[in-house]
């Protein structure tokens, strides 16, 4: 099953631009929400995506900012984030391929492709609430907002 | 189950009586082509079910993807405070095609809005803020793409093809008529 909380997320360093790259430990010091996800264009990315896009300001009140996941290559993440007008990175996932939805155990063999999965990790890179979503249900944003609200500064842990 | 939150109040735009048994509630982007199709669909469940049935509608206007969306959700905050807000809903998801000003102001005059109101009003923080909490609290619900329902305050994910929806919704005023 997908990584759970209370571990460290582990790190990865992934294509998100031809001549860009980013790695999770660029964010220490802010909240993640790293959305896995299967498929660019798929119809229910389609509509997942535009709704963390539409909440950025929330998410970033939140201290957090959104990394999309999938095993696409840069050049379809591209043209997919200018389709839909993503306002947050998408990692590309591609060689070896799955390798880091592998690492959070949330790659599905079979098909090739990620599970459609979310995880939020805290400012020192623990994983602090992750879920996995039937593949073709879009688990829409309120879990993530909930799991973020719980890791602001004096809220109890 | 994703919950309606909050649950419904004064601040909603809503048809039928609040004691009606039956509440839905739709998430809903004026420019997105399945709200303008479910717009269609609703009126007929609406008049099979008479006043049993209570219907909300909440703004989620998917900005990025659908660029009059937000708009036009504006326009439609800003008859409802000229107590216009439903014949305005149904022009722009009738006219969907069309949501430039030059319509939202023509539009506004077919529905009877006073224009010079409705210009303060589209551009004022009243209305931005009211489409904002809208799409929040849709976000919050579970709402994971337009349209999205509730019915009596649980997300419904059901098909809302007619014949599907109106079996739903009649077989919960069933229910209460059984007590």
Redesign the interface.
Known sequence: MALEAGRQAPDFSLGTTPDQRVSLRDFRGRNVVLAFYPADWSPVCS??L??Y???MP?FRKLGAEVLGISVDGVWCHLAFAKH????FPLLSDFEPKGEVARTYDVYRKGEGVSERALFVIDREGMIRWSYVSPIG??????GI?EALEGLQPGRKR | M?KLRPPLSSQDHFQGSVDAPIQLVEYGDYECPFCGRAHLILKAVRAAIGDDLLFAFRNFP????HPHALRAAHAAEAAGLQDRFWPMHDLLFENQQFLEDEHLFRYAGLVGCDLDQFAEDIDSEEVAEKVRSD??SG????????PTFFINGGRY?GSWEAEVLLSVLQDLRGVRELR
């Open positions: 509509d997942q535009p709704i896009s539409e909440l929330e839909r007008n993503l306002r249900v879009n688990p829409g944003a309120d907002l | 994703s998917l900005s990025q993807v799409f929040l976000a919050r619900s579970g709402v994971n793409g337009t994910d």
